[in-house]
């Protein structure tokens, strides 16, 4: 399998700057591949500062005061809850460059990391020179992945980033109460719990929610949650797909419990 490196701008680092070191903290258990990765990237020591650190060692705190440039976490050390983790080292070292290495990683489980946060993978498949050219790849904001995830993670970036742009355009035609208002419809609150809620009288939560059926163009709310959400997904016209998805599978034969 070839792998591929995607150079996309990133929102939190600028590229590295030429002539200064880069620190590689590789966490996993010292074993030959850990040995193997510490003896190429010394081979580089006009680039790259390398350490190794066992997953139990391996404590958000001490990182905080670290920071790591890139940090090479081993997929297979059962002391790491690895999405988790990704999502706890980026709250504290937003500037890390996360790389999973390890071996049989499951593609699903490398797109479920690459969407918490790592910026690609390397498994056994790798030759020597995938280590450094990945490091290099994602110090300057890119990702290092076989194309099949890349192409995953893309797709599935854009469609966030429709939705984040639609919910942007929606909210933009609200005021804030009613914002709030709509907000708790989409959870599931009844008219008194949202008075409750934003400490707002009952009329008034229904004075609120008579502008929105207005400017929805609706009668009720079953109707202002559909249209809400029609207007928030990114594939047009959802609601009318999922009706047709759920006619044609009422024609398809049952299998019998």
């Known amino acids: 399998m070839t792998y591929k490196s995607l150079n996309l701008p990133s929102d ?21 591949a850990v040995h193997g990765m510490v003896a190429l990237l010394e081979n580089h020591k006009d680039k790259y500062d390398v350490s190794v650190t066992a997953p139990e060692s391996f404590t958000l705190s001490k990182l905080k005061t670290i920071c790591p440039n890139v940090i090479l976490l081993n997929s297979n050390s059962p002391d790491l809850a690895i999405e988790s983790m990704i999502r706890n080292v980026h709250s504290l070292c937003s500037d890390s460059n996360i790389l999973l290495f390890g071996h049989a990683m499951k593609e699903e489980f490398l797109f479920q990391a690459m969407r918490a946060g790592a910026r690609g993978y390397l498994d056994e498949k790798m030759r020597g020179d995938h280590l450094t050219t990945a490091i290099d790849t994602v110090l300057n904001g890119g990702y290092w992945a076989e194309q099949d995830v890349l192409c995953q993670l893309i797709s599935d970036k854009s469609l966030y980033d429709k939705m984040d742009d639609n919910v942007a355009d929606l909210s933009s035609r609200l005021t804030i109460r009613e914002s709030e208002v709509l907000e708790l419809i989409l959870q599931g609150l009844t008219t008194n719990e949202i008075a409750e809620q934003i400490f707002l009288s009952h009329q008034g939560v229904k004075a609120h929610l008579t502008n929105l059926f207005r400017k929805f163009e609706v009668k009720n709310r079953a109707q202002l949650i559909l249209t809400a959400l029609d207007q928030i997904s990114p594939v047009n016209n959802f609601a009318e797909i999922a009706g047709k998805g759920l006619k044609l599978a009422r024609c398809q034969p049952k299998t019998a419990a």
């Open 12 to 32: 939190n680092q600028e590229s590295v700057q030429t002539g200064l070191l880069s620190h590689v903290l590789i966490v996993s258990k010292e074993d030959f």
